[in-house]
């Protein structure tokens, strides 16, 4: 695991959005893997911002989201397709044809699920997938005691989750979907790449618990640490109960000039 401190969320976001540029511009045909939520909007607008003032190039980037809430459809204010769409996807020169995000509304999910996992080994497999984590250390819906192992399928979200999410939902828990589809960590796990962004004190101890915890299901993220190419992008906020915050600070200050690709 790498660990990368900055200031702030703008600048950990933008330093995530230059590792995934440097792979955009070498391979145009790169797979990416993207999450929703509140963490990633910087890191978007950044990749918006290099689209229209530097020209990164999307046309043949293929995208798989991470996850998807079960009863919304696409259009649904606060399904994960618009959020995509209003946030990304309508700002850049992607072709809707790559892009893949799974079905809240399918009717068979298991078949759905099935066929999405199929998809992205189709696409020759996740490149960089970006991910956010949740206050109870999930990481895509995949919530504590999720198999290690898993793949993408339906599950319930945590009371916690809902709790966090109703933010999306005008404050009203009852409107937030309790069930998903969403990306199983064995399919995260099989990104050659992987960017954690989560910024702000709330999410300190999840980070705590996911850099130097032990590796457990009851903390999904933190099965990273098994990861051989995983990068956390923290702020300062998010960094405060890391025992080691200094030598990472020390570590990232003193990386060779080769090795900054973040
Ligand atoms: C979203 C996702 C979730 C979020 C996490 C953090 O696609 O998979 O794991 O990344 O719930 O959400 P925010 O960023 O809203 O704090």
């Known amino acids: 695991m790498e660990i990368i401190i900055k200031n702030d969320a703008e600048s950990g976001s933008n ?3 230059r590792a995934i540029a440097k792979l955009v511009r070498e391979n ?14 910087n890191l978007y607008n950044e990749l918006i ?15 798989f989201n991470l996850d998807e ?17 209003d946030n990304l996807f309508h700002h850049i020169n992607i072709n809707p044809d790559n892009v893949h995000i799974p079905d809240g509304m399918a009717t068979d999910i298991p078949a759905a699920c099935s066929a999405y996992e199929k998809a992205i080994v ?20 995949n919530e504590p005691t999720s198999s290690f192992a898993s793949r993408t399928r339906i599950k319930t979200l945590t009371r916690q989750t809902v ?32 960017l954690m962004l989560a910024f702000g004190e709330g999410k300190s101890e999840a980070v705590a618990a996911m850099v130097e915890g032990p590796v457990s299901s009851i903390v999904p993220a ?7 190419t995983a990068k956390i992008f923290i702020d300062e906020a998010a960094a405060t109960k890391l025992r080691l915050a200094d030598y990472y600070r020390w570590t990232y200050e003193g990386k060779p000039e080769w090795q900054q690709d973040a």
């Open 15 to 17: 330093a995530a959005a």
């Open 28 to 41: 145009p045909n790169a797979v990416l893997g993207m999450a929703t939520g509140s963490t990633p909007l």
């Open 49 to 63: 911002r290099m689209h229209q003032e530097e020209g990164l190039d999307f046309s043949s980037v293929t995208t």
């Open 69 to 85: 809430y079960i009863g919304l459809s696409k259009d649904h204010e606060q399904s994960y397709h618009r959020f995509m769409w």
């Open 122 to 141: 189709q696409a020759g497999g996740i490149d960089i997938q970006v991910l956010g984590i949740g206050s109870d250390g999930h990481v895509g819906f």
């Open 163 to 194: 709790a966090d999410n109703a933010r999306f939902f005008e404050g009203d828990e009852s409107q937030v979907p309790r069930h998903c589809i969403t990306m199983g960590i064995g399919t995260i796990m099989n990104a050659r790449m992987n």
């Open 222 to 228: 933190s099965i990273l640490q098994h990861h051989p």
